[in-house]
């Protein structure tokens, strides 16, 4: 058994790992802790590695993990799905929920936990975030492996400040998420921008009567799955945007001409009166007609509604 370092508070992560060298077997792993941040570089031969959150204290903070994988690989499963990690990778995941490691061949890794109350104000992690490799390329991983090498990588001195050191790993951990996240709002662009070029193409094409989800997929060249999927993440739908724009249109007809409701319907895309009439009441609570009258004072001869 070994026990990951880490403030009472934070998450307390009891592992049971297994060997699968039948010769030289060695595990050497140092810990360090530093106020809510923990440290654990471990050198091992191949082996499997379960966590034991069952053992976590009851008033033990949930805790993320950053895993620098400096030789040899690491397989991690978690939520029923695996993950590979090469050497020179950087891991992150949720120390919180259950995972398992499979290190396949002899390695060397670094790990720090760090509450996930410090990195988010909300203490919790999106679920874009699930397992996964930071970019070679963040501010944060930099940073974070500047003081890996420094003060962890040289063991801690007395003249060390721990809660300078606590902080500043904290830091550069909240910044790997913060760059994380925006890269998933720019993996995400694509889809805002469909929504919006959707949306243009309601407001300029809504008099067309066979203006359906199917015939705006086509003229976006997109599918069906696509453009729904694009709607459904802006927390909108495209049939409710089509009656919007519909409705905004019939509501300017019917305050400035004197066009009968069925004409109006018509105009803005409704080939089916009834239909018209229908989404208009539930929409305002009157039929057009009626609301017309009480916003007007004027009537046509053929109202229906």
Known sequence: MMRLPTDPTCVLVQMRATTHAETAVYRRMHRHSFGHVGVSQIASVAQSVEARLEEVPVRAMESTQLQLVHTGSLILEQDGTQTRFGAGELAMY????????????????????????????????PDSLDARSVDAASTGRRELEGLLRGSVGRGVRPADDPVSLSSRIVRAARLIVDEE?????????????????????????????????????????????????????????????????????????????RLPVSEVAHAVGYADVTAFIRAWKTATGWTPARWRRLRTGWAAADERG
């Open 181 to 257: 996240l925006g890269a998933a709002r720019e993996r995400n662009a694509p889809a805002a921008q469909l929504v919006r070029e959707a949306t243009d193409l309601l407001h300029r094409e809504y008099a067309d009567p066979g203006l359906t989800a199917a015939a705006v997929a086509a003229r976006l060249h997109v599918s069906l799955r696509t453009l729904f999927a694009a709607f459904e993440d802006a927390g909108v739908s495209l049939s409710a945007t089509l009656r919007r724009v519909r409705l905004g249109a019939a509501e300017r007809l019917l305050l400035t001409t």
């Open 94 to 125: 949720d120390a919180s929920r259950p995972f398992s490691f499979v290190y396949p061949d002899e390695f060397r890794t670094t790990i720090v936990q760090v509450p996930t109350v410090l990195l988010s104000a909300r203490g919790v992690l």
